[in-house]
């Protein structure tokens, strides 16, 4: 404010101090100093609510403890423009506190009602809005303004924002391909495994007799290698234009999708191979009273014992997420858990089995639901061979083009190794 006139008020009522009043009307003149600017008017007078000025000056009452904009003639108020109650703000402020003290929550809404409520008359209340939006840089005016270039105004400018993540992408992690399978390094196309059938030996033989000679059998089972190839090309047009790298994501996808050939080879050969197992054919999931009606430990073992009469070791088991889950619901196996099993969704490789030390659990959606397969690891071999990869450019026509080729195969060495059961309908 350029002027503050509140000394002849002063001296007409000795119990308001100076200081008083200038420290009450100088906050009050710097909330109305943008509204009394736009008025085109620079100076306020403040009428306080203990000063015998509560008098007419034509047809208007002049309004206790409030703010006045406006003079009339020199160091004179003119008292025709009211512009703030300072009661109604002592009201807000009492009303904010109450809602406040009582553990409420004041709105954005409600807090510009109060913030407009004091002003007086709807041209102080809008010029007051404006004040606080300009304050923010939100002004309305400020926005409209002819120097502010707004959104529809040029459509040739086309701001787009793209999700930094690629929706899509094959992200699957491969569990049987990585645990499920004995690796073998095979560099040519061709692998040859020999098998030794053994022999018997003699007991219980007499003083002086003579026993039979015997030969054990070898056998060899070849396995010839599967050439697998992915490739991918790209113009110089696309690498140019498109805003992703074009040419890693897609070959990070062909890497991807050469892993999975092996995965399902790996599962196709483990359902081949296995066959029904000769324990209990009540499911896992079955009740008798309030307790499950079979023990799944107990009928994995008579498997095992069955793969270990074949001269094999069952040590691992595979299945789709049903069966797992009702292996971890059975009662029997809830009253020997240990310790919490971490798992999550999808392919999982859990070694912490509850009754069934030793064991390694695959859990893959690619399984038959509700089955679950025990084998002995040694049995099933993924045999790695040659890989190539080449990168080529096509200058002419601006293409590059990338190849790999992955030769591999799965082998079953022993079917009398696997052994499926039915654990959930």
Request: no cysteine; charged share 20%.
């Amino acid at each position: 404010m350029s002027t503050l006139n509140y000394s002849s008020y002063a001296r007409a009522n000795p119990s308001i101090s100076e200081e008083e009043l200038r420290t009450q009307a100088g906050q009050i003149f710097r909330e109305e100093s943008a509204a009394a600017r736009r008025r085109g008017v620079d100076v306020a007078w403040y009428a306080p609510s203990d000063v015998n000025i509560n008098r007419k000056r034509g047809q208007k009452a002049i309004r206790p403890n409030t703010v006045y904009l406006g003079e009339h003639g020199v160091a004179s108020p003119s008292w025709a423009d009211p512009a703030f109650d300072l009661n109604e703000k002592e009201r807000v402020n009492r009303q904010i506190s109450r809602i406040q003290a009582d553990g409420g929550v004041i709105t954005e809404s409600q807090m510009t009602e109060f913030d407009l409520a004091p002003y007086i008359g709807d041209f102080w209340k809008n010029a007051a809005q404006n004040f606080y939006a300009d304050m923010e840089g939100l002004s309305p005016q400020k926005v409209a303004a002819g120097g502010i270039i707004q959104s529809d105004e040029n459509a040739a400018v086309n701001v787009i924002n793209v999700l930094q993540e690629m929706i899509g992408q094959d992200r699957r992690e491969y569990a049987l391909l990585a645990n499920a399978a004995r690796t073998i390094a095979t560099p040519n196309l061709t692998l040859s495994v020999d098998t030794f059938q053994g022999l018997n030996a003699y007991s219980n033989v007499g003083e002086g007799v003579e026993v039979d000679q015997q030969k054990g059998a070898i056998t060899r089972q070849n396995f010839i290698l599967q050439k697998d190839v992915g490739s991918i090309g790209i113009t110089d047009e696309a690498r140019m234009t498109a805003d992703r790298p074009l040419w890693e994501i897609h070959m990070d996808a062909v890497t991807r999708a050469m892993a999975n050939i092996k995965n399902v080879r790996i599962q196709a050969a483990l359902e081949s191979a296995a066959v029904t197992g000769s324990a209990s054919s009540a499911l896992w999931t079955a009740y008798t009273g309030e307790h499950s009606t079979v023990n799944p430990v107990a009928q994995i073992m008579v498997i095992g014992d069955t793969v270990y009469g074949n001269q094999g070791r069952a040590n691992t088991i595979v299945s789709g997420t049903a069966a797992f889950s009702a292996f971890l619901g059975n009662t029997f196996i809830q009253g020997t858990q240990g310790g919490t099993v971490s798992r999550e969704v999808g392919p999982n490789v859990i070694t912490n089995i509850p009754g069934l030390p030793g064991f390694t659990w695959i859990v893959d959606p690619l399984m038959t639901p509700g089955r679950i397969t025990v084998y002995d690891k040694n049995s099933l071999l993924l045999l790695e061979g040659p890989k190539r990869t080449a990168q080529v450019r096509k200058d002419g026509a601006g293409i590059d083009v990338y190849f790999t080729k992955d030769w591999n195969n799965v082998a079953i060495l022993d079917a009398s190794h696997f052994r499926n059961l039915t654990a959930v309908a």
